[in-house]
C-alpha cells in the first residue's frame, strides 16, 4: 500500500509560481511511475506530467515548457514545478503512484487556482 499526501496548492496570479509536493509513504521501493493530475470542475481528471523510476518524463502539451515534475529519492516525495501559470491551470491537482502490478494509489487533491 502506498500512500500520498499533496500540499503546496493556493491562489496566485497569472504568470506567477507554484511549487507542488507530494509525499509519499509505504511501499515505495515498488512505484514504477508517479504522476501528476488535475480535474477542473465539470472536467474529467487529465493528466499533467509522470516521472518513471528511470526517471523519464512525460507531459501533456498544455504544460510543456512550464512544468516540471522531479523527484527527491531520499524524501519520498514528488514536485510539480509550475511556472507561468494561466487561469486555465485552475483545478484540483492529484498525485498519483502506480505500483508493479499496476495498483494506482491516488492523493486526496491540493487546490490551485490561478487568477487576478
Known amino acids: 500500500q502506498v500512500q500520498l499526501v499533496e500540499s503546496g496548492g493556493g491562489l496566485v496570479q497569472p504568470g506567477q509560481s507554484l511549487r507542488l509536493s507530494c509525499a509519499a509513504s509505504?511501499?515505495?521501493?515498488?512505484?514504477?511511475?508517479r504522476g501528476w493530475y488535475r480535474q477542473a470542475p465539470g472536467k474529467q481528471r487529465t493528466l499533467v506530467a509522470t516521472?518513471?523510476?528511470?526517471?523519464?518524463?512525460n507531459y501533456a502539451d498544455s504544460v510543456q515548457g512550464r512544468f516540471t515534475i522531479s523527484r527527491a529519492n531520499g524524501n519520498n516525495t514528488m514536485y510539480l514545478q509550475m511556472n507561468n501559470l494561466k487561469p486555465e491551470d485552475t483545478a484540483v491537482y492529484y498525485c498519483?503512484?502506480?505500483?508493479?502490478?499496476?495498483?494506482?494509489?491516488w492523493g486526496q487533491g491540493t487546490q490551485v487556482t490561478v487568477s487576478s
Open positions: 498519483n503512484a502506480v505500483r508493479l502490478g499496476g495498483l494506482v494509489s
Open positions: 509505504g511501499s515505495i521501493f515498488v512505484i514504477t511511475t
Open positions: 516521472i518513471t523510476s528511470r526517471g523519464t518524463t
